[in-house]
């Protein structure tokens, strides 16, 4: 596996990753707001990727790199890659690149009793890297409970 900064090649492994999780984050393979999105990203240099020497890719990540508040906008893994590192890959480089102290790391993710909590692994992920569980959200667009996910920086 290999971490690197998304290219234009990279949009359509994106919406392969997508595809695994609309049914916990709403339609995105056909949004053109998603789109825009991960072309913004990539365009900034602000969307990462973990790949392989296969096609398809192992994760991806899109991040706001503005001090002293920065966010994670949107991380994947894919369903055959979870559990082997990748996430902690995309985070470890997305810190790595774009983090300066002082400062917070902020993400969305899944409500405690949100289904998609434990299949996902999500809170866990997060819990391990150092963030701590803050404020509830607006839900999500499937519904259930969103919650910030919060990691001091110093």
């Known amino acids: 596996m ?6 234009a090649q990279d949009f359509h492994g994106f919406l392969g990753l997508a595809a695994q999780v609309e049914c916990w984050f709403g339609p995105m393979v056909e949004d053109l707001g998603f789109h825009d999105a991960v072309r913004k990203n990539i365009r900034r240099s602000t969307a990462i990727v973990a790949a392989s020497s296969g096609p398809d890719l192992l994760g991806g990540l899109l991040f706001a790199a503005k001090a002293p ?10 369903e055959r ?13 997305a810190m790595r690149r774009f983090v300066h102290g002082p400062g917070v790391v902020e993400v969305v993710t899944f409500g405690a009793d949100h ?3 434990t299949v996902s692994g999500a809170r866990v992920f997060y819990e391990r890297l150092g963030f701590a569980p803050a404020e509830a959200v607006d839900p999500g667009p499937q519904g259930g409970s969103r919650q ?4 001091a920086v110093p």
């Not at 290999?2 to 290219?7: D, E, I, Q, W």
């Open 115 to 117: 289904p998609g909590a």
């Open 81 to 93: 890659s979870r559990g082997k590192g990748v996430g902690r890959a995309l985070m470890a480089e």
């Open 148 to 151: 910030v996910f919060r990691l």
């Open 2 to 7: 290999f971490v690197r900064l998304a290219g």
């Open 69 to 78: 508040t920065y966010h994670v906008h949107w991380l994947v893994v894919s």
